[in-house]
Each structure stands twice: as structure tokens, then as C-alpha cells.
């Protein structure tokens, strides 16, 4: 089965840093995804990315988040200033033609 | 907005037993999947039924589709103690590429 990898596996952060989440998605899929799941909710879609670029992101993914694709292989979530309530399990997704999602393992991120 | 949303929030079954979820949503949809998320862990792909369909099977998994009634549910017969996890349902519009999650369904089985 195809494998979407993460890293780190968790990240511990202090309020107000920086923050880069890194996936490597399966290589010849088409749409790429992060989403977040604070501890016991639901999953919530942040932004999906398609030929190298944002095609839709949600009310979450303000000015904080940015995505990049920088070397047509990694795909990652950058979140600038971190607050307490980023604190959330992290997941990237990569989707083919079928609209199957398949996930990575996630990054749980703890801000302090 | 289109969410889905699952019912019921926490079910608890003996091993063998059949275990039905159920999911509403509020908007037409081009598909509806089913997920599977094991504590802590990404989630898994379970099955995928499109809005042309009405029921689907995938081993002893059976999701039925509504689109009248903007609702789907996931049915795992002979259930297993390693299908303890939580289930979400996730949806995706007509319109563009985002898939929306409910809230999910913890399911816990009992040997």
C-alpha cells in the first residue's frame, strides 16, 4: 500500500516560534492535504495543494500557516508565530485520482 | 456548511457482534468515505461510496448511502477486538477538492 511518511514524529515547541512540519507524499499522487486534530476532536481540513499550489484552505489556515512543495517531493506546513491552541496532531494527505486519502502517521505538536 | 456528522459519539460491543455508525451531512456530495483511526495513530481508508451509489461492500464492511436523506451508515459484521478505533465519515462536494470530517464514532469491542 502506499505510504505517506512525517516527520518529526513529535515536535515541542514555545509560544511564538516557528514551526515547519515536513511530509513526504506518495509521488505520483495529484492533490496533497494537511489537516489537524486537536486531542479528542475532529479532524479539520486546513489546506489542500495541486501543482504546486494552495487550491483551497480553510478559515484555520490564516496568515500564520504557509505550505511549499520546495523541492517537488517534501511537502511542507510552516506555522510562523506559535499559539497555545495550535497545539494538534498534524496529518498530511495525498490523494490520486480516486479521491482516496491516504495519510501519513502525523506530527503531534505540543506548544509550551 | 457540509459536515458530517456521526452517531453515535461512543459504542460498545462484544466481540462477534454487529457494530452500526452512522453519518448526516448537510450539502450534496460527489462521494462519502469512511475512515478508520486507530488511538494516536493517521487515519485509514476503509471504503469509498460515490453519490450514484447506494451500498457498498469491502469484507465485512457495508456502507449504505442516502442521498435523500443526506445520510450514510458503515456496518461491520462478526466485529473483532482490533476494530477498536474511532470512525469517521468525510465528504466532498461537487465543487472542490476539500474533504470535510465529522466528529467520528468511537468504537470499542470487547473480547
Known amino acids: 500500500e502506499p505510504e505517506v511518511t512525517q516527520t518529526p514524529s513529535h515536535q515541542v515547541t514555545q509560544m511564538g516560534q516557528e514551526v515547519i512540519l515536513r511530509c513526504v507524499p506518495i509521488?505520483?499522487?495529484?492533490?496533497f492535504y494537511w489537516y489537524r486534530q486537536i486531542l479528542g476532536q475532529k479532524v479539520e481540513f486546513l489546506v489542500s495543494?495541486?501543482?504546486?499550489?494552495?487550491?483551497?484552505k480553510s478559515e484555520i489556515f490564516d496568515d500564520q500557516f504557509s505550505v511549499e512543495r520546495p523541492d517537488g517531493s517534501n511537502f511542507t506546513l510552516k506555522i510562523r508565530s506559535t499559539k497555545l491552541e495550535d497545539s494538534a496532531m498534524y496529518f498530511c494527505?495525498?490523494?490520486?485520482?480516486?479521491?482516496?486519502?491516504?495519510f501519513g502517521p502525523g506530527t503531534r505538536l505540543t506548544v509550551t | 456548511s457540509q459536515q458530517g456528522e456521526e452517531d453515535p459519539q461512543a459504542l460498545s460491543i462484544q466481540e462477534g457482534e454487529n457494530a452500526t455508525m452512522n453519518c448526516s451531512y448537510k450539502?450534496?456530495?460527489?462521494?462519502l468515505q469512511w475512515y478508520r483511526q486507530n488511538s494516536g495513530r493517521g487515519l485509514v481508508h476503509l471504503i469509498l461510496?460515490?453519490?450514484?451509489?447506494r451500498e457498498k461492500h469491502s469484507g465485512r464492511l457495508r456502507v449504505t448511502l442516502d442521498t435523500s436523506k443526506k445520510s450514510s451508515s458503515l456496518l461491520i459484521t462478526a466485529s473483532r477486538a482490533a476494530d477498536t478505533a474511532s470512525y469517521f465519515c468525510?465528504?466532498?462536494?461537487?465543487?472542490?477538492?476539500?474533504?470535510?470530517f465529522g466528529p467520528g464514532t468511537r468504537l470499542s469491542v470487547l473480547p
Open positions: 494527505a495525498a490523494v490520486a485520482g480516486a479521491d482516496e486519502q491516504y
Open positions: 468525510a465528504t466532498r462536494n461537487n465543487y472542490g477538492q476539500n474533504f470535510v
Open positions: 461510496i460515490r453519490s450514484n451509489e
Open positions: 509521488s505520483n499522487h495529484l492533490y
Open positions: 495543494f495541486y501543482n504546486n499550489e494552495i487550491s483551497e
Open positions: 450539502t450534496s456530495i460527489n462521494n
